[in-house]
């Protein structure tokens, strides 16, 4: 099983920057993709960036240019660098780790864009 932390959440002001971490620990050798997704309220949880197989990222349209996922595989850490936020942005983030064993989600965290 693997398990996720998130951190980095917060409020910030339209067109502010914020850097989203997760950190994973325990089964991490059997992750085979990790990424993040949100999920403001009244909506679904919706894809924001992922790493797939290899280095592959896939990134929701509503974010390219702005949002850049990152990892460093020695922490067994993934980032979510936001740039240029804006109010549609707010959601509760979440952290999330394929296995072939399942899906594994983070506890969530908060980000407000909002002046």
């Known amino acids: 099983q693997v398990q996720l932390v998130e951190s980095g959440g917060g409020l910030v002001q339209p067109g502010g920057s914020l850097r989203l971490s997760c950190a994973a620990s325990?089964?991490?050798?059997?992750?085979?993709?990790m990424g993040w997704y949100r999920q403001a309220p009244g909506k679904q949880r919706e894809l924001v960036a992922t790493?797939?197989?290899?280095?592959?990222?896939n990134y929701a349209d509503s974010v390219k240019g702005r949002f850049t996922i990152a990892r460093d595989n020695a922490k067994n850490t993934v980032y979510l660098q936001m740039n240029s936020l804006k109010p549609e942005d707010t959601a509760v983030y979440y952290c999330?780790?394929?296995?072939?064993?399942?899906?594994?989600w983070g506890q969530g965290t908060q980000v407000t864009v909002s002046s």
């Open positions: 325990g089964s991490v050798f059997s992750i085979y993709a």
């Open positions: 790493f797939t197989r290899g280095d592959s990222t």
């Open positions: 999330n780790a394929r296995t072939i064993v399942g899906i594994n």
